[in-house]
């Protein structure tokens, strides 16, 4: 039980593709069945930016994925609630996307709650967390987790994207594109070296080559997989095909 989850940070660390479906905190236990069988993914990634969600439906999704040895990568609502993260882990994601990044004293605020100590400050406590009860000891647990989760900054802005080398901290294990902010970003930028979404894509990946951080693509389209692998994407999240 649980060797897909268990084993997706190594695949991060072996440069592996990794491959990813979106869905609602809201959806049951056979609706997140029907996406995942129509595919070989290796995580479902949920939001809170844009969609509703509430902590207890979020730590009854959490655990349906559990049951199912899902690895659930969830974004935050806001970049200033990094301080959160710790708190958000405990009702049992994976993994943490924070959006909008641009400092990197958000870097260093999410690094700081994600792990726990001597990684980071994050506090012990939280019956939902992935694998809690495999673990009575605090201190295996949170080697364990240290080992386990997986942390994104999203990049949505030319300057985020420029600094990608930077943002990408010890601790961090991938950037991640928001293209629709960034299309707002490169409109306010028309003379810039950069003009689309995919040369800012290609510029991370280029930028971010032998540091053993991954680029994250929001691709949605399967027929678009090649593309972003050729330029050297390592993980990308698609839309649900049912």
């Known amino acids: 039980m649980f060797e897909n989850a268990v084993g997706l940070k190594k695949k991060y660390r072996d440069r592996e593709p990794i491959l ?8 049951d236990k056979d609706q997140i ?6 595919d070989d993914y290796d995580y479902i990634s949920a939001d809170a930016q844009h969609s509703p969600y509430n902590e207890d439906r979020l730590a009854e999704f959490c655990d349906i ?5 899902v690895f659930v990568q969830f974004r935050i609502k806001h970049t200033f609630h990094s301080y959160l993260i710790g708190n958000i882990l ?9 959006p909008q990044v641009e400092l990197e004293s958000t870097v260093d605020e999410s690094v700081k709650y994600f792990y726990y100590p001597q990684d980071g400050y ?8 992935r694998r809690v009860r495999d673990f009575p000891d605090f201190r295996e ?23 990608a080398h930077k943002l990408c901290k010890p601790g961090v294990d991938a950037v991640s594109f928001g293209p629709t902010d960034l299309g707002f970003s490169l409109d306010s930028h028309p003379n810039h070296a950069l003009k689309t979404v995919d040369d800012c894509v290609a510029y991370a990946c280029k930028s971010l080559e032998g540091t ?26 698609e839309r649900p095909k049912v």
């Open 141 to 163: 647990y949170a080697a364990w987790w240290n080992s386990f989760g997986v942390l994104w900054m999203q990049i949505e802005s030319v300057d985020a994207v420029q600094n």
């Open 122 to 129: 994050r506090s012990n406590g939280g019956g939902h967390r």
């Open 65 to 69: 994925a559990a049951e199912m040895d």
């Open 212 to 237: 053993g951080k991954a680029v994250v693509h929001r691709s949605y389209d399967p027929e678009l997989r090649s593309k972003y692998r050729d330029m050297g994407v390592q993980v990308l999240l």
């Open 90 to 98: 405990d009702l049992g994601p994976c993994g943490i996307e924070v």
């Open 20 to 27: 990813g479906v979106s869905t609602a905190v809201t959806g």
């Open 33 to 38: 069945k029907r996406i995942l069988d129509a």
